[in-house]
């Protein structure tokens, strides 16, 4: 049975990474912060030598966008540093390296979907180290796979965002206040977590190296999400319309979000639905109906 070794493992992505390895026939160890800490070298290079995985699946990023601006260092090692010195163990020890990287290394400015043969452009400290990240463990060792993700929600919530995901902060919203402001200015494509684990495993056997495009079919506004939520939930709100500039961000963050799947589709073997029917999906596991 093959081992595959999953950092962050109960982060909002690795939960439903364990959970899809597991069934499709891997051994799956699982590693949370507390179990290994990414930036300590020493550490990992130990616990990647006595495991021997057969893949390092890394998830654990730094991820808050703001503090990022705060701590650099730390993004730095966490984000860039440390991957690529997994990226570098793993080479020596013959293990497959798989890394996720984000959205937030484009500007947004391009206006139609990225590629992955698009240039980068970060336009803050968290896109700059996941771009940094992406070019160390191209360095380090040729044999990675880098899979950019964008606007993820999943069943567990993400871990550095502290508490609701998009969509459950929405219905609790019109829950409690009965009206909502959305932006519909930014567009993205949100990605289930589930569909990404189920496009992984498949993905392994493949013979794919370097960085790769995973998201949902189509895109959408953040106003526009929020209309389906409501809309599929038969949730009665008033659902207002506001622009980038009525919810300032402290940080500059892309307004257009939206990547192509080149490889998966040019390889034949892209499984990532339209955003709306894995929003549907979503929907109905939350018995929201
Ligand atoms: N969330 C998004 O919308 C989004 C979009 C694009 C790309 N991504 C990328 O997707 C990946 C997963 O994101 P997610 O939403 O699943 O985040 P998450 O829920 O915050 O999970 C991240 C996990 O990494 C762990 N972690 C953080 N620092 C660590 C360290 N130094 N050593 C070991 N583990 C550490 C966290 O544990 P603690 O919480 O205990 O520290 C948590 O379990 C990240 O690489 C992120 O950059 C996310």
């Known amino acids: 049975m093959k081992k595959v070794l999953i950092t962050g493992a109960n982060g909002q992505l690795g939960s439903d990474l364990v959970l899809s390895f597991s069934q499709s026939g891997y051994e ?24 021997k995985p057969d893949v390092l699946i890394n998830t654990a990023a730094f991820h808050n966008v703001d503090q990022c601006e705060a701590e650099k260092d730390k993004a730095i090692l966490i984000n860039a540093e440390a991957p690529a010195y997994m990226a570098r163990i793993c080479k020596e020890l013959n293990i497959r390296f ?21 240039i980068t452009a970060p336009l803050n400290v968290y896109g700059t180290t996941k771009m940094l990240g992406e070019q160390m463990i191209a360095t380090e060792n040729p044999d990675h796979l880098i899979i950019r993700i964008s606007a993820i929600y999943g069943q567990y919530p993400c871990r550095a965002k502290n508490g609701l995901n998009f969509i459950q902060l929405m219905l609790k919203l019109a829950r409690e206040k009965g009206e909502v402001k959305v ?25 794919i190296n370097g960085i790769i495009h995973m998201t949902s079919e189509g895109s959408c506004s953040w106003h526009e999400f929020a209309r389906e939520i409501f809309d599929y939930t038969n949730t009665p709100v008033t659902l207002h319309t506001a622009s980038s500039d009525d919810f300032p961000a402290k940080t500059p963050r892309p307004k257009y979000s939206v990547l192509e799947n080149t490889l998966l589709k040019s390889r034949g073997i892209n499984k990532m639905m339209h955003w709306k029917d894995a929003l549907h999906n979503y929907l109905d596991e939350l018995n929201t109906k």
């Not at 949370?32 to 550490?43: A, W, Y």
């Open 28 to 51: 799956v160890i699982i590693r949370t912060h507390d179990d290994l800490d990414i930036g300590n070298f020493e550490d990992v290079e130990n616990q990647l030598n006595s495991i």
């Open 98 to 118: 798989i890394h996720f990287s984000t959205d937030y290394v484009f500007d947004g400015y391009k206006n139609a979907p990225y590629t992955e043969a698009d």
């Open 183 to 207: 932006v519909d200015d930014e567009i993205v494509s949100p990605t289930a977590t589930k569909n990404i684990a189920m496009q992984l495993p498949a993905l392994l056997d493949e013979n």
